[in-house]
């Protein structure tokens, strides 16, 4: 059975840091790019970071860049969004994908063949 399943999720306040883990089963994880995503009530679902099958190439969102690390192991089919100095417009439900394509694609078109069900991310004081 194809599984994308995301943890980590919770209640962090401003400046604190997350982990989020997207745990994958049932397709050649290695075959494809993975990517996190976020929405909140009302707006359109957003490319947070992407990364390529082997890690080489990795693209963030502008909002996100220098705080936040997306990286992967291929042995445990993982994938993970460390999220530092956290702010309270980061407030979302995160969501990973699955997708054979380009990062940049992936993240700017939100695009993906497989879909978890999403973590609650909220920051706040």
């Known amino acids: 059975q194809l599984q994308l399943v995301e943890s980590g999720g919770g209640l962090v306040h401003p400046g604190g840091s997350l982990t989020l883990s997207c745990a994958a089963s049932?397709?050649?994880?290695?075959?494809?790019?993975i990517g996190w995503f976020r929405q909140v009530p009302g707006k359109e679902r957003e490319g947070v970071s992407c990364?390529?099958?082997?890690?080489?190439?990795?693209h963030y969102a502008d909002s996100v860049k220098g705080r936040f690390t997306i990286s992967r192991d291929n042995a445990k089919n993982t994938v993970y969004l460390q999220m530092n100095s956290l702010k309270p417009e980061d407030t979302a439900v995160y969501y990973c994908?699955?997708?054979?394509?380009?990062?940049?694609?992936?993240?700017?078109?939100?695009?993906?063949?497989?879909w978890g069900q999403g973590t609650q991310v909220t920051v706040s004081s």
């Open positions: 994908a699955a997708s054979r394509t380009t990062v940049q694609a992936m993240c700017r078109g939100v695009v993906g063949d497989y």
């Open positions: 049932g397709f050649t994880f290695d075959d494809y790019a």
């Open positions: 990364i390529s099958t082997r890690g080489y190439a990795i």
